[in-house]
């Protein structure tokens, strides 16, 4: 059984920081690529930023210098660091594997706003 577990959300000042973390269970972890999605109220989903199994990052271009994505295939983890979150960072964000399937967690709910 394939879970994905997001942890770390909460409510940050703009300007603040968060991390999220993702726990990856029943896949072969170092396999897939992983990303961080979130989708706005009365917004699409929309991908914040990817991370293939080799390593190499991709970001939406919003989040470019503010956040970073990591993983450690031993830990079956993915983080999101995100620093100087803006109000428009409000957001559910989720956890996606992808290989040939696709897998996604629940999400966490981020707000920013002072």
């Known amino acids: 059984q394939v879970q994905l577990v997001e942890s770390g959300g909460g409510l940050v000042q703009p300007g603040g920081s968060l991390r999220l973390s993702c726990a990856a269970s029943g896949i072969i972890f170092s396999s897939y690529a992983m990303g961080w999605y979130r989708q706005a109220p009365g917004k699409q989903r929309e991908l914040v930023a990817s991370?293939?199994?080799?390593?190499?990052?991709n970001y939406a271009d919003s989040v470019k210098g503010r956040f970073t994505i990591s993983r450690d295939n031993a830990k079956k983890m993915v983080y999101l660091q995100m620093n100087n979150l803006k109000p428009d960072g409000t957001a559910v964000y989720y956890c996606n594997a992808r290989l040939q399937t696709e897998y996604w967690g629940r999400g966490a709910k981020v707000t920013v706003s002072s």
């Open positions: 991370i293939t199994s080799g390593g190499s990052t």
